[in-house]
């Protein structure tokens, strides 16, 4: 994870660097130019991104039930009271699980948990793989 974190480091540092110059418009020639190492740990970096197709988020599993009707009600509900907020079921026999919101960590969903208590009770944070195309859709 050190790794991973001195590559975005570095990253960060050619991006600020490329826009301290962008005000010149074209007035000179920027040339960056990474050491072979750096370049190797970047390639290495994107194609761990691109191959992984899940990540880890926060994320809060309002029902867990056996009636599929109780699910639906709940899900109904939620619409009602959050429309725009991310919902989704999942079955894991013999459980109907119903989870809503992406967060990157668990801090952030507390607000939101503690006022979906009001309306269901048993809501509870959950740490889920998250499929990057559901994150990029919402």
């Known amino acids: 994870m ?10 960060l540092i050619q991006v600020v660097m490329i826009l301290l110059y962008l005000p010149s418009f ?3 020639n920027i040339s960056l130019k990474a050491s072979y190492s750096v370049n190797t740990m970047m390639e290495k970096f994107v194609e761990n991104g691109k191959a992984n197709e899940n990540i880890k988020a926060w994320r809060i599993q309002i029902v867990t039930t056996d009636d599929r009707r109780q699910m639906e009600s709940a899900m109904s509900t939620f619409t009602s009271l959050y429309p725009g907020v991310n919902m989704d079921w999942k079955h894991v026999a013999p ?13 952030r969903l507390m607000p939101f948990l503690l006022d979906l208590k009001k309306t269901f009770p048993s809501a509870t944070p959950v740490y889920d793989q998250v499929s990057k195309r559901a994150l990029v859709s919402n």
């Open 2 to 11: 050190d790794m991973v974190r001195r590559i975005n480091f570095l990253f």
């Open 26 to 28: 074209g007035q000179s």
């Open 95 to 107: 459980y109907y699980q119903v989870r809503v919101g992406y967060y990157e960590n668990k801090n």
